[in-house]
């Protein structure tokens, strides 16, 4: 088989490294991919967002199967284009895809179908949307409608930090026709889960729970960034925890979306609050996690590509999920100065002692080849991940691995993996 992957983070190097091992696999593709993924895969000079590009290249490579890592291509019509080709492709369509494309959808579809989140009000106007923020009060969380690179959602600690927030978003158009609309609403107490899950529409595979570390400083401090690493399992997701989000969230969201004519296919991530009154959904997402996925795939035993296919040819209700039970953590390396602004092009030492660990996978994020240097190409930049016998086992591996890494400016956490239950003690973020 010949399988393309779309995209080019941490993510996609974990996906083309799990995909590589399958036996069924002969070529590995990745467009456009990174240092990282150049050792295992054929890098494409192919943007993730050339859908017609992308599209020709699978038509004329004969390629069986072309797996999306990133949000965008897929509410871009990926899915359609692809389809339209007689191409197969893993990923929901661009109308299943609205479930992380348009909040706005996705909140009214969780209201229509009495799916648990956040109280909210959707507003156009702006001094609407400044009375109801007066009127509620803080803490309050405002949201850009559409896609907004991870940054269109603000956890306010005060009303004027909101209206400021939500004139950046309506009036000032900071995040461009994703700020066309915005939500507010209330800001949920609790813990934060990510629940991945494979669904062909009518049967759900979930996968175990993991998750994300957002603030960029240890103990949880400053701004919010795409992750700065992960870990699976989480043990805030109990059993309970777990059936009451497959009950409660993913079968229903998938019920209706097929209601709504709109069957869904692929990754369903739900981001869940885990709140006094049980678990609610803070967002979805219609794709692998980065870096949730990087811990998952290295805990995943079975073979991936059997699982994605059966997704795409609707037989999900034949297979079977079997897990590494030892847990992983994914530290993030990244550039100093992210998320905010960082330099790029700095030689990255001791990959080659960091590979030597046994059990540790190093998955390049924002990396580049130049001549035989690696440099740092981005703000994320590694994903250092490890299993252990058990969490402690794992984050000492990681950060033995990451230890041997290094530099100009890098910064990482350095509690990663370090769970701290705070048991709706206050609101996230606030
Ligand atoms: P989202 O992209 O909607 O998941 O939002 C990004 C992050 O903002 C989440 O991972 C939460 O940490 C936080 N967040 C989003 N919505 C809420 C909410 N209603 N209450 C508290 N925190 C929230």
């Not at 309050?140 to 930090?161: M, N, P, R, S, W």
Request: with cysteine.
């Amino acid at each position: 088989m010949k399988v393309l992957i779309v995209g080019s983070g941490g993510r996609e190097h974990a996906l083309v490294w799990k995909i590589a091992r399958s036996k069924r696999v002969k070529k590995v593709y990745c467009a456009p991919g990174n240092a990282g993924t150049a050792g295992l895969a054929e890098n494409l000079d192919i943007k993730a967002d050339d859908l017609d590009g992308l599209a020709r290249f699978a038509r004329a490579n004969r390629i069986d199967l072309t797996v999306v890592g990133p949000e965008m291509p897929l509410v871009a019509g990926i899915a359609e284009r692809f389809d339209r080709d007689g191409l197969r492709i893993f990923g929901p369509s661009r109308r299943a895809a609205e479930l992380e494309g348009s909040k706005v959808f996705t909140k009214h579809l969780m209201r229509r179908h009495g799916i648990p989140s956040a109280e909210y009000q959707v507003f156009e106007d702006f001094e609407k949307a400044r009375g109801y923020i007066e009127d509620r009060g803080a803490p309050i969380v405002v949201k850009a409608d559409g896609l907004a690179a991870g940054k269109g959602v603000l956890v306010c600690q005060t009303v004027e930090e909101a209206v400021e927030g939500a004139k950046s978003i309506l009036v000032d158009r900071d995040f461009g026709d994703a700020g066309a609309s915005l939500v507010v609403e209330e800001c949920l107490r609790g813990e934060e889960a990510s629940i991945i899950a494979l669904t062909d529409g009518k049967t759900i595979a979930p996968f175990e729970p993991a998750q994300d570390h957002k603030p960029v400083f240890d103990g949880d401090r400053g701004p919010n960034t795409g992750g700065m690493g992960a870990y699976s399992p989480a043990p805030v997701v109990t059993t309970e925890i777990m059936d009451r989000v497959v009950k409660e969230v993913l079968v229903p969201t998938v019920h209706a979306m097929s209601k709504e004519d709109r069957p869904f296919k692929g990754v369903l991530y739900a981001g869940i609050m885990i709140t006094e009154q049980g678990p609610k959904v803070l967002e979805y997402n219609v794709r692998f996690g980065d870096p949730e996925a990087q811990p998952l795939l290295m805990r995943l035993e079975c073979d991936l590509v059997d699982l994605l296919e059966a997704v795409v040819e609707g037989r999900l209700e034949d297979t079977e999920i079997r897990w590494d039970p030892r847990p992983a953590v994914c530290v993030v390396m990244a550039s100093g100065g992210y998320p905010g602004k960082y330099e790029k092009g700095k030689p990255i030492l001791g990959l080659d002692e960091a590979a030597k660990l046994e059990d540790v996978q190093v998955f390049h994020a924002g990396t580049a080849a130049r001549g035989d240097e690696i440099v740092t190409a981005g703000g994320r930049v590694l994903g250092v991940t490890a299993l252990g016998q058990d969490v402690k086992g794992a984050i000492d591996r990681a950060y033995e691995a990451v230890d041997r890494i290094s530099w100009e400016g890098v910064q990482f956490r350095r509690d990663i993996g370090q769970f701290r239950f705070r048991p709706f003690g206050r609101c996230h973020l606030c």
